[in-house]
């Protein structure tokens, strides 16, 4: 593989990523062996790049004893912020939890180091000023190499870079934004944000959720849900640009798959694509197209089906911020209101 510069890190990683969500055994694939097996010839294939979660139910310990005796080779990432269990005070990116949550991670992984750590969601109740010395300290310490953030927005990307230079902290290295056929909206302002800091980019979901794997088709989105999977096929729109980049990938002469991948990683401002697979036979696939590239006919085509800059519907798990989830931060008190 060719290997591409983290960032200004100096730390080198492959262009496809392998990330570990569907090695937790509640969630993907039951059985820790089978998962070991697939993490071993994902590294034998040049994927030096773990991405995990603390969130992600065991993930983080079948990846840990995966590697027992390969840890040296890999770049280990792991994020922390999101619920773990019902305590509020066991989430979010406040130094309290974050300086116990890393201790955790750590022992789950069976290293003394992780060489990314992650805000897995930003945390509008924590001054990032609070969140970056609490990191800080865990680089001092050796307990962490680069910190980075997933899914924050432009203006908070910007927002950290300034606290941290005025008050000389270590800032963040990385973004890890969603990106995909459907879901381009990180080329508007987070994707030229992250290059203008020198930050990588570590972009998830490049599959769409899966609805870039092929075997999502115009009429088959009821069967589908009715056998469990794709339960949030709930948007024509996205249906209908699958539909059309299935054409353009069968004109292309390549999987629907290898044409997902290939954009992923086209893009300058990327790093590192993350791929999820659950088993060998998804793995396999996404290997055989890492070193497939885009001729800039096909690209030009992508644009036409879907703009840049632009997502098509919701992306499931996109991050909305409070201003948007909550209607009291839109609208002024009834009295205000009446009074103006």
Same mark, same amino acid.
């Given at each position: 593989m060719q290997y591409r510069t983290l960032g200004r890190t100096g730390i080198k990683v492959s262009p496809l990523a392998l990330g570990a969500l569907m090695f937790a055994t509640s969630a993907g694939n039951p059985d820790p062996d089978d998962s070991a097996r697939i993490i071993?010839?994902?590294?034998?294939?040049?994927?030096n790049l773990i991405d995990t979660a603390d969130a992600y139910g065991d993930s983080e310990e079948v990846v840990g004893k995966a590697l027992k005796g390969r840890r040296e080779n890999v770049v280990l990432a792991t994020k922390v912020s999101r619920p773990m269990g019902d305590d509020p005070n066991r989430q979010g990116a406040s130094r *309290?939890?974050? $300086?116990?949550? $890393?201790?955790?991670?750590?022992r789950r992984l069976r290293t003394d180091h992780i060489d990314l750590y992650q805000i897995?969601?930003?945390?509008?109740?924590?001054? $990032?000023?609070?969140?970056l010395s609490a990191l800080s300290g865990l680089i001092h310490s050796g307990k962490v190499r680069?910190?980075?953030t997933s899914t924050m927005p432009a203006s908070d990307i910007v927002e950290a870079q300034w606290v941290a230079e005025r008050r000389g902290l270590e800032r963040f290295r990385t973004e890890q934004p969603?990106?995909?056929?459907?879901?381009?909206?990180?080329? *508007?302002e987070v994707l030229p944000v992250a290059q203008r800091y020198g930050m990588g980019a570590l972009v998830w979901g490049p599959l769409g959720q899966g609805l870039l794997t092929g075997r999502v088709r115009k009429g088959k989105q009821n069967?589908? *849900?009715r056998a469990g999977f794709f339960r949030h096929l709930n948007d024509e729109r996205r249906v209908d640009a699958v539909e059309r980049f299935v054409s353009l990938a069968e004109e292309a002469?390549?999987?629907?798959?290898?044409?997902?991948?290939?954009?992923?990683?086209a893009h300058p401002g990327v790093t590192s694509a993350i791929v999820g697979p659950r088993t060998m036979d998804h793995l396999d696939d996404l290997l055989a197209g890492a070193d497939v590239p885009l001729t800039d006919d096909v690209l030009d085509r992508i644009d036409e089906i879907v703009p840049p800059g632009t997502d098509v519907g919701t992306l499931d798990q996109a991050y909305l911020p409070p201003a948007l989830r909550e209607p009291g931060l839109r609208r002024r008190p009834l009295g205000e209101r009446a009074a103006a």
């Open positions: 071993h010839k994902a590294l034998d294939a040049g994927i *309290r939890w974050i $300086v116990t949550a $890393v201790e955790n991670s750590l897995h969601r930003p945390d509008p109740a924590t001054d $990032v000023e609070e969140t680069a910190i980075g969603p990106y995909s056929l459907l879901d381009r909206g990180a080329e *508007r069967e589908l *849900r002469g390549m999987p629907l798959t290898h044409l997902a991948m290939g954009f992923a990683i």
